[in-house]
């Protein structure tokens, strides 16, 4: 007599619950990964913002020209922001820089950091990038 398969076997079913959870595990690791090396970024772009000002406020007699801070804002930024493919250079305003003691010196950086997974995942809907933005101010010494 053959034997029959009763419903209660269970082979199989750990195969077909782990081909349903992996996708959401993947979307989870990868969203961490995604919104971790933003954070990084952010944290990059305001590093920068400091290294700036300060390098225009702590030389006295000749001040600073403003070519020089933004030239230090791009040499912190290309050494230290995580990119993958072509970074683009973040963009520096300075209104104006120091003339006199206890003068403000305000330096804002911004910098379009493109996501790598978000827009794939998301079939278009939301923006390939987000415009990060710090800004500093120091007194002139």
Known sequence: ?????TITEQRGASAVEFALVLPLLLLLVFGIVEWGMYMFNKHIITNASRTGARRGIVQEIP????????????????????TFGTPNAPVTTVPAICTKFDDDLAVTVSYDYTFLLLP???????????????RTVMKCE
């Open 63 to 82: 001040r600073v020209p403003l070519s020089e801070i933004q030239q230090t804002v791009v040499n912190y930024t290309s050494t230290h922001l995580v």
């Open 1 to 5: 007599m053959k034997a029959h398969r």
């Open 120 to 134: 794939t995942l998301s079939a278009g809907r939301v923006s390939p990038s987000k415009t990060i933005t710090a």
